[in-house]
């Protein structure tokens, strides 16, 4: 289904694929990877019909493909309705939200589970000059990420400084206090609470006093959403897919992020959909 609506949207599947797979990916890799980096038992699962999960190539090819496509719709009620531009709009309304609820010029940003990049490099548009680290877990993501990184420096005579770790979000191994934003988009809802509990502990610990923890997810609270949970056979097809999302859909993470002793977080919708969450540290 979600390539056979990538093809529809103008996004045509097989010949793009092919393309990211003449590259020698081996490098990349071998590149970015941190031998020594233990996976936590929940990342080990299957996700998005991938049987290995985010720890696989055909993840990490596809994924910014899959973002268009399952993002086509996100705009319509209905879902009827396919926009190419759906996805490109979500991170844009993302990031106004973030802009008018941000209380600081941000010049070190984190972006936490940055998959390939495309929210990394999103930040550093948005807040150009920056220094922007993309941290996850995945070395096939951050691989991809980096031949992103690459590709981009060589079409532009600026520097850009961002840089991707592989680490997870839980102890990212950075200094403390060492942050303005920490960022996270589209994360938490394939995460189970105890690791976004965790990631809100360790986003306190690197940001700097005032700065800004920016959330951008599905909001278990939106009419649309609560709709598709009480419509057993959709809500079950949805699960199949995202292992955690029932425990996601549960979980009060405005309350978390209080309790960890940021302010109470501020809150915009990005999409019926969607929403961002903005708190500052106190």
């Known amino acids: 289904m979600i390539v056979k609506r ?78 190419p531009y759906g996805d490109v709009k979500l991170r844009d309304f993302y990031h106004e939200n973030l802009l008018s609820m941000l209380k600081i010029r941000p010049t070190t940003i984190l972006d936490i589970g940055c998959a390939t990049g495309l929210s990394t490099f999103g930040l550093y548009e948005v807040f150009p000059g920056t220094h922007v680290v993309g941290v996850d877990l995945s070395p096939y993501f951050l691989s991809v990420a980096n031949y992103r990184l690459k590709e981009r420096k060589k079409s532009k005579e600026e520097k850009t400084a961002v840089e991707f770790i ?77 292992p955690y999302l029932e425990d996601y859909m549960t979980f009060s993470i405005e309350k978390a992020i209080e309790e960890r002793g940021f302010e109470y977080p501020r809150q915009l919708e990005n999409s019926p959909r969607h929403r961002t969450i903005v708190a500052h540290k106190k």
């Not at 990538?6 to 031998?35: F, R, T």
């Not at 940001?207 to 609270?221: D, Q, T, V």
Request: hydrophobic share 40%; net charge negative.
């Open 6 to 83: 990538g093809e529809e949207i103008g996004y045509p599947w097989a010949p793009e694929l092919a393309q990211l797979q003449l590259h020698d990916w081996s490098s990349e890799l071998e590149a970015v990877q941190n031998i020594s980096l233990t996976y936590p038992d929940y990342y080990m699962k299957p996700f998005h019909a991938y049987e290995a999960g985010n720890l696989s190539w055909d993840a990490a090819l596809e994924v910014e493909l899959a973002a268009k496509s399952v993002h086509a719709n996100i705009f319509d009620p209905e879902r009827k309705k396919l926009d």
């Open 166 to 242: 592989h680490a997870g979000g839980e102890e990212t191994g950075l200094p403390s206090e060492s942050f303005d934003l920490v960022s996270l988009s589209l994360v938490c809802h394939e995460l189970p609470r105890f690791a976004t509990q965790q990631i809100i502990e360790e986003a306190h610990r690197v940001l700097k006093r005032g700065g800004a923890l920016a959330i951008m997810e599905m909001n278990p609270y939106s009419p649309l959403l609560q709709k598709m949970v009480k419509n057993i056979f959709a809500f079950t097809a949805f699960k199949s897919t995202e």
